[in-house]
């Protein structure tokens, strides 16, 4: 029989996830593929990435994701995962 999750939902998804600037720094690594729901908030999917690398936790307020390159900002949008995607995570850019 089918492994399925508590919720009947489908199987997770697997990944990419690319770190940039700060995020990079505070991940200690550039790139990484993770497993996630494949139904899930943007925020949701902000607190998985966290549970990995806690210090990450502190850029939460200024972090935007690029999803398949489309920008999305945390929150309660509704993210549709497949395996192969690239999520990038994209902190504030300081300068001007």
Known sequence: SE?????????PAQVSVLYFARSAELAGLRC????????VTSLQLWEEIVKVHPRLA???DQVVFAVRQEYVLLGDQ???LQTGDE???????SGG
């Open 3 to 11: 492994a399925r999750s508590p919720d009947g939902g489908s199987f």
């Open 32 to 39: 990484e593929t993770l497993w996630v729901p494949r139904q």
């Open 58 to 60: 502190v850029i939460r």
């Open 78 to 80: 509704l993210l549709v």
């Open 87 to 93: 999520v990038a995570i994209i902190p504030p850019i």
